[in-house]
């Protein structure tokens, strides 16, 4: 509790603890109510407020001395029905709002005992906005009036709470401090079992709100600019400025400060003020008047002044006015403490400002708004639509109304359909927590429940895929005008150009881009890219393995958008439906592009993937994208009838780990599962035979269609664990992909199919089911045993015996890499594999000195697998199916 | 206790409380609310039970109800019963 409490007499604590439990309890019994329930307490409530405006509005201005009762009444009326009006239908209890397509629903919590302060200037139309905020959202109000204001706030809580509770509120739901005192203030802001205080008033008791250390709703003064602007509608501008600043004598802090006038209109302006009743001070008056109302030494309004008939200010000032005076208005020079009335001034006192061009009276009402009016209300009046909008972006005003007056446009549901409230947030700018009219939710807890959402899946392929011997052939049904062959010297030389040649419709125009064959650099894709261009291409042929048909995609792309920033592009994403880098829809040039296969590993001619070495800056630049995919793929054995064993046995292997990766993915579903379960059986059955008899078509023909299938899989549900340690170990000691992803795999298949460590967070997985995806495949290769543990154990088994038939090196050791330099490389090793992105659909999320660990099982090499991590499988107790 | 009026039953409870030996069981399982009435019945009977060594269990607290004397800082005092 702070120092000064300890002026409060023991009667007093007893009393203030005694609204405290009163208001603690009737929070908690209000936890039972339903909807329902508060929407028939809370209409009765408006009704018995409505009823009394008048009265209420009297005992105000009898008490405070201040404004007008007529529009204190009007005040009292729009606090009950407009305010009632607007919450009326609103659901403030149990599910508020529900979005099903989302998962999500709003549930509202009581906040419990609300501390709250009213002002003077507002006092009882604030106090009946505060209890219809109360009823509607469950919570009980201790209120803490203004001193000046406490006789005719407390009768205004008695008539709600008798309606209130006649109608089924708890007992104690609301309470009226008497006799209130700074003391009693700062009591109730640090009692325990105050939950939210609710500051309406000075800046003093908003400060006081927020540095109490409790959660706090303070919403404080302002300073109101208006710009009325040379089109502006005069008539009906100043109209609107003479009601809003004249309502209730100028009390309403959202009220009209400071005009700036454009000078075009702002002779005529002033002229008209004169005839609807303002009286124009000279500077004379201006200076006296500015001396007069504002605190030299703070340049705050005097109070006395505050709320009080321009007839009256004049008097105490000295001018002499007309009788029926409404308002003041003084001229000004300039914005700031140097020109007192460019101050705040809650009384018909109003400061206009000349200004020269739009410019320059933007910025005077940006000062006004930053000589303590931030995050308040700014008034605009003008028919200009960008000038609004400029108005609207120079202000830091919550509520910024145009062409209606500011006081009464403010309050909400009047002039506009903003929410109607009496209490305006002014944001940070003003020190405020919130910058809305305060309504109903600000008062609610609102808890979030949210569904698990299933991530969308999907199957995306390419549109056409001709496989089997000859399929080139089906190169005839392609119209083109103008096509390029993208291709390696090699394959030029063995003939295969002239093969695809010959099935292009003779009246196309036919150009052959030989390229190095090694995975694409800047340049080669350049190059391409001015050829595509001169021939003005239609068509591109990717004739080669994964580096062609990888660079033809990237030509392809910056062809038909050259804009495409491949680096930006290349930008590392997690989800591919949220990723930051969207690829280019608009095309300067449409491009069909087939790709026909010369290698069974890759599946390049069906994947959204392409890898581009910037060999300037020393880095690989991988682009995933399904634009990426190619519109036609021919998967035509004949073209790797004459592969040589080695790179048989480690493109094959690719297509092996891409299928098995694939299978035990998170992204897994049972489309690609279906693709990937084929292309494993057709890599077990084939792989050796296409090896060891390189003629044999049928095996040749299997193993490309498998490479294709497993492609299509891995397309669409992504590889794994295996890839990110191939790419690493591959990239650093120059070994083949294929061959680096072989030494890794049966320690991979072990990795995975134990309990991991850290399992991989992801709304597809429902439960660890990798060891069971790779016992279906045992299953599916016949290999025999009875539990999940055997079945796994036979699949690492036939898959180390496929590769020693393969031979492939039993381990890294084996390549001719010393212990010592492979320690060295760790570090890098561990790092990339990290870095690639390959593992984020792995099923086990692989910790850094797991990586390691399987990096060195892969050193020792075969038969060392169940030593990296193996040791134990999931139980059925386990794992959730 | 009677479970349309259950602060009659509370200050059944109450005056029960003199004769009772070890723990008192008041049945709240036909009561969907309470009001402050009835806490403050409770809270009378909470400091009774205190002073007489009495323990009292609620049997049959519903959610709602159980919230309410979380809110209200009662659960601590009473135990509670299926």
Same mark, same amino acid.
């Given at each position: 509790?702070?120092? +000064?409490?300890?002026?409060?007499?023991?009667?007093?604590?007893?009393?203030?603890?005694?609204?405290?439990?009163?208001?603690?309890?009737?929070?908690?019994?209000?936890?039972?109510?339903?909807?329902?329930?508060?929407?028939?307490?809370?209409?009765?409530?408006?009704?018995?407020?409505?009823?009394?405006?008048?009265?209420?509005?009297?005992?105000?201005?009898?008490?405070?001395?201040?404004?007008?009762?007529?529009?204190?009444?009007?005040?009292? !009326?729009?606090?009950?029905?407009?305010?009632?009006?607007?919450?009326?239908?609103?659901?403030?209890?149990?599910?508020?709002?529900?979005?099903?397509?989302?998962?999500?629903?709003?549930?509202?919590?009581?906040?419990?005992?609300?501390?709250?302060?009213?002002?003077?200037?507002?006092?009882?139309?604030?106090?009946?906005?505060?209890?219809?905020?109360?009823?509607?959202?469950?919570?009980?109000?201790?209120?803490?009036?203004?001193?000046?204001?406490?006789?005719?706030?407390?009768?205004?809580?008695?008539?709600?709470?008798?309606?209130?509770?006649?109608?089924?509120?708890?007992?104690?739901?609301?309470?009226?401090?008497?006799?209130?005192?700074?003391?009693?203030?700062?009591?109730?802001?640090?009692?325990?079992?105050?939950?939210?205080?609710?500051?309406?008033?000075?800046?003093?008791?908003?400060?006081?709100?927020?540095?109490?250390?409790?959660?706090?709703?303070?919403?404080?003064?302002?300073?109101?600019?208006?710009?009325?602007?040379?089109?502006? %509608?005069?008539? !009906?501008?100043?109209?609107?400025?003479?009601?809003?600043?004249?309502?209730?004598?100028?009390?309403?802090?959202?009220?009209?400060?400071?005009?700036?006038?454009?000078?075009?209109?702002?002779?005529?302006?002033?002229?008209?003020?004169?005839?609807?009743?303002?009286?124009?001070?000279?500077?004379?008056?201006?200076?006296?008047?500015?001396?007069?109302?504002?605190?030299?030494?703070?340049?705050?309004?005097?109070?006395?002044?505050?709320?009080?008939?321009?007839?009256?200010?004049?008097?105490?000032?000295?001018?002499?006015?007309?009788?029926?005076?409404?308002?003041?208005?003084?001229?000004?020079?300039?914005?700031?403490?140097?020109?007192?009335?460019?101050?705040?001034?809650?009384?018909?006192?109003?400061?206009?400002?000349?200004?020269?061009?739009?410019?320059?009276?933007?910025?005077?009402?940006?000062?006004?708004?930053?000589?303590?009016?931030?995050?308040?209300?700014?008034?605009?009046? +003008?028919?200009?639509?960008?000038?609004?909008?400029?108005?609207?972006?120079?202000?830091?005003?919550?509520?910024?109304?145009?062409?209606?007056?500011?006081?009464?446009?403010?309050?909400?549901?009047?002039?506009?359909?903003?929410?109607?409230?009496? +209490?305006?947030?002014?944001?940070?700018?003003?020190?405020?927590?919130?910058?809305?009219?305060?309504?109903?939710?600000?008062?609610?807890?609102?808890?979030?429940?949210?569904?698990?959402?299933?991530?969308?899946?999907?199957?995306?392929?390419?549109?056409?895929?001709?496989?089997?011997?000859?399929?080139?052939?089906?190169?005839?049904?392609?119209?083109?005008?103008?096509?390029?062959?993208?291709?390696?010297?090699?394959?030029?030389?063995?003939?295969?150009?002239?093969?695809?040649?010959?099935?292009?419709?003779?009246?196309?125009?036919?150009?052959?881009?030989?390229?190095?064959?090694?995975?694409?650099?800047?340049?080669?894709?350049?190059?391409?890219?001015?050829?595509?261009?001169?021939?003005?291409?239609?068509?591109?042929?990717?004739?080669?393995?994964?580096?062609?048909?990888?660079?033809?995609?990237? !030509?392809?792309?910056?062809?038909?958008?050259?804009?495409?920033?491949?680096?930006?592009?290349?930008?590392?994403?997690?989800?591919?439906?949220?990723?930051?880098?969207?690829?280019?829809?608009?095309?300067?040039?449409?491009?069909?592009?087939? @790709?026909?296969?010369?290698?069974?590993?890759?599946?390049?001619?069906?994947?959204?993937?392409?890898?581009?070495?910037?060999?300037?800056?020393?880095?690989?630049?991988?682009?995933?994208?399904?634009?990426?995919?190619?519109?036609?793929?021919?998967?035509?054995?004949?073209?790797?009838?004459?592969?040589?064993?080695?790179?048989?046995?480690?493109?094959?292997?690719?297509?092996?780990?891409?299928?098995?990766?694939?299978?035990?993915?998170?992204?897994?579903?049972?489309?690609?599962?279906?693709?990937?379960?084929?292309?494993?059986?057709?890599?077990?059955?084939?792989?050796?035979?296409?090896?060891?008899?390189?003629?044999?078509?049928?095996?040749?023909?299997?193993?490309?269609?498998?490479?294709?299938?497993?492609?299509?899989?891995?397309?669409?549900?992504?590889?794994?664990?295996?890839?990110?340690?191939?790419?690493?170990?591959?990239?650093?000691?120059?070994?083949?992909?294929?061959?680096?992803?072989?030494?890794?795999?049966?320690?991979?298949?072990?990795?995975?199919?134990?309990?991991?460590?850290?399992?991989?967070?992801?709304?597809?997985?429902?439960?660890?089911?990798?060891?069971?995806?790779?016992?279906?495949? @045992?299953?599916?290769?016949?290999?025999?045993?009875?539990?999940?543990?055997?079945?796994?154990?036979?699949?690492?088994?036939?898959?180390?015996?496929?590769?020693?038939?393969?031979?492939?090196?039993?381990?890294?050791?084996?390549?001719?890499?010393?212990? %010592?330099?492979?320690?060295?490389? !760790?570090?890098?090793?561990?790092?990339? @594999?990290?870095?690639?992105?390959?593992?984020?659909?792995?099923?086990?999320?692989?910790?850094?000195?797991?990586?390691?660990?399987?990096?060195?099982?892969?050193?020792?090499?075969?038969?060392?697998?169940?030593?990296?991590?193996?040791?134990?499988?999931?139980?059925?107790?386990?794992?959730?199916? | 206790?009677?479970? %349309?009026?259950?602060?009659?039953?509370?200050?059944? @409870?109450?005056?029960?409380?003199?004769?009772?030996?070890?723990?008192?069981?008041?049945?709240?399982?036909?009561?969907?609310?309470?009001?402050?009435?009835?806490?403050?019945?409770?809270?009378?009977?909470?400091?009774?039970?205190?002073?007489?060594?009495?323990?009292?269990?609620?049997?049959?607290?519903?959610?709602?109800?159980?919230?309410?004397?979380?809110?209200?800082?009662?659960?601590?005092?009473?135990?509670?019963?299926?």
């Amino acid at each position: 509790m702070p120092e +000064s409490v300890a002026s409060l007499s023991d009667d007093r604590i007893r009393y203030l603890e005694n609204l405290v439990s009163q208001a603690r309890t009737a929070a908690a019994v209000f936890t039972q109510y339903t909807q329902e329930d508060v929407d028939r307490i809370v209409k009765p409530m408006v009704l018995a407020g409505l009823a009394q405006a008048q009265q209420l509005a009297r005992l105000a201005i009898d008490e405070t001395k201040l404004g007008v009762l007529e529009d204190k009444a009007i005040k009292n !009326m729009v606090a009950t029905e407009f305010v009632y009006n607007y919450v009326k239908d609103k659901r403030t209890v149990g599910a508020i709002r529900e979005f099903p397509e989302r998962g999500v629903v709003e549930l509202a919590e009581p906040i419990g005992v609300v501390f709250s302060l009213t002002p003077i200037t507002n006092p009882t139309s604030t106090v009946l906005f505060k209890c219809i905020m109360a009823i509607k959202t469950r919570n009980a109000f201790i209120f803490g009036p203004h001193p000046g204001a406490w006789r005719c706030c407390a009768e205004a809580v008695r008539i709600m709470y008798e309606a209130a509770v006649k109608h089924g509120a708890p007992e104690g739901v609301f309470t009226c401090i008497e006799s209130p005192t700074l003391q009693d203030n700062a009591y109730l802001m640090h009692h325990k079992d105050v939950a939210l205080i609710d500051a309406t008033g000075g800046w003093g008791a908003v400060k006081a709100a927020y540095s109490s250390g409790k959660p706090a709703l303070g919403v404080g003064p302002g300073n109101t600019p208006v710009y009325l602007e040379k089109t502006a %509608d005069l008539d !009906m501008a100043l109209v609107d400025i003479i009601t809003s600043k004249t309502f209730d004598n100028g009390t309403i802090c959202a009220s009209e400060q400071t005009v700036v006038i454009d000078d075009e209109i702002y002779d005529v302006a002033l002229r008209k003020f004169a005839e609807l009743g303002a009286h124009i001070c000279n500077p004379k008056e201006t200076q006296v008047l500015g001396r007069t109302v504002i605190d030299p030494e703070n340049g705050r309004m005097q109070p006395m002044a505050v709320g009080q008939k321009a007839t009256d200010i004049a008097r105490l000032v000295g001018l002499s006015v007309k009788p029926d005076t409404k308002l003041l208005i003084a001229p000004i020079q300039g914005v700031g403490r140097e020109y007192p009335l460019s101050a705040e001034k809650l009384f018909p006192v109003l400061a206009v400002c000349r200004a020269r061009s739009v410019d320059e009276a933007l910025k005077l009402c940006v000062d006004v708004n930053h000589l303590g009016g931030l995050g308040h209300t700014a008034v605009i009046f +003008s028919r200009d639509d960008e000038i609004i909008r400029k108005f609207g972006e120079a202000v830091n005003a919550g509520r910024i109304i145009v062409n209606s007056p500011g006081s009464i446009g403010a309050l909400g549901g009047v002039y506009n359909d903003m929410v109607p409230t009496f +209490s305006f947030g002014c944001g940070t700018g003003g020190g405020n927590s919130t910058m809305d009219n305060v309504n109903v939710y600000h008062y609610l807890n609102i808890k979030r429940m949210a569904w698990r959402t299933q991530a969308h899946m999907w199957f995306r392929v390419p549109n056409q895929i001709y496989f089997n011997m000859n399929a080139v052939e089906n190169l005839r049904d392609f119209s083109s005008r103008s096509t390029i062959v993208v291709t390696n010297p090699a394959l030029e030389q063995m003939g295969y150009v002239d093969i695809v040649r010959r099935y292009i419709p003779p009246q196309t125009l036919v150009k052959v881009l030989a390229i190095p064959d090694a995975e694409p650099e800047v340049k080669v894709v350049t190059q391409g890219v001015e050829a595509l261009n001169f021939y003005k291409v239609d068509q591109i042929i990717a004739l080669g393995g994964g580096s062609v048909i990888d660079a033809a995609k990237i !030509m392809k792309l910056k062809y038909e958008s050259p804009e495409a920033d491949l680096e930006e592009l290349a930008a590392p994403f997690l989800d591919i439906r949220k990723r930051v880098v969207q690829y280019p829809t608009e095309k300067v040039n449409r491009v069909r592009l087939i @790709a026909i296969s010369t290698t069974s590993g890759t599946g390049s001619e069906v994947t959204p993937f392409a890898v581009l070495t910037d060999k300037e800056r020393g880095r690989k630049v991988t682009l995933a994208d399904y634009s990426l995919s190619p519109d036609v793929a021919i998967v035509d054995p004949q073209f790797v009838m004459s592969m040589p064993k080695r790179l048989t046995a480690d493109t094959g292997i690719d297509c092996l780990v891409h299928a098995l990766e694939a299978g035990v993915s998170i992204h897994a579903s049972a489309y690609t599962d279906s693709n990937a379960m084929q292309a494993i059986r057709l890599a077990f059955k084939y792989l050796p035979i296409a090896y060891e008899n390189p003629r044999d078509e049928e095996a040749r023909s299997m193993m490309h269609n498998a490479a294709c299938i497993a492609a299509l899989a891995f397309s669409n549900a992504s590889v794994g664990v295996n890839h990110a340690l191939a790419h690493a170990f591959g990239a650093r000691f120059g070994v083949a992909h294929g061959r680096a992803n072989a030494l890794m795999l049966p320690h991979v298949i072990a990795y995975n199919a134990s309990v991991p460590t850290k399992f991989m967070p992801s709304p597809n997985v429902r439960g660890y089911i990798a060891h069971k995806k790779y016992a279906t495949m @045992a299953d599916l290769l016949g290999l025999g045993g009875v539990t999940v543990e055997e079945k796994v154990a036979r699949l690492l088994e036939a898959t180390e015996q496929l590769l020693d038939r393969l031979e492939i090196p039993r381990s890294i050791a084996e390549l001719g890499i010393s212990r %010592d330099e492979f320690e060295r490389a !760790m570090p890098e090793l561990a790092k990339n @594999a990290f870095d690639d992105p390959s593992w984020r659909s792995n099923p086990r999320m692989p910790l850094v000195s797991e990586l390691v660990e399987l990096f060195w099982s892969a050193y020792r090499g075969r038969g060392q697998a169940k030593a990296a991590g193996a040791s134990r499988q999931p139980t059925e107790m386990e794992v959730c199916v | 206790m009677n479970t %349309d009026r259950p602060i009659d039953g509370l200050q059944q @409870a109450l005056e029960n409380l003199d004769g009772a030996r070890g723990e008192v069981v008041l049945d709240f399982s036909g009561r969907q609310r309470i009001d402050p009435g009835d806490i403050q019945a409770m809270e009378k009977l909470a400091a009774a039970a205190d002073e007489k060594a009495v323990k009292i269990v609620l049997q049959g607290v519903n959610v709602a109800i159980y919230k309410v004397l979380k809110l209200a800082k009662l659960t601590t005092r009473f135990a509670f019963a299926a």
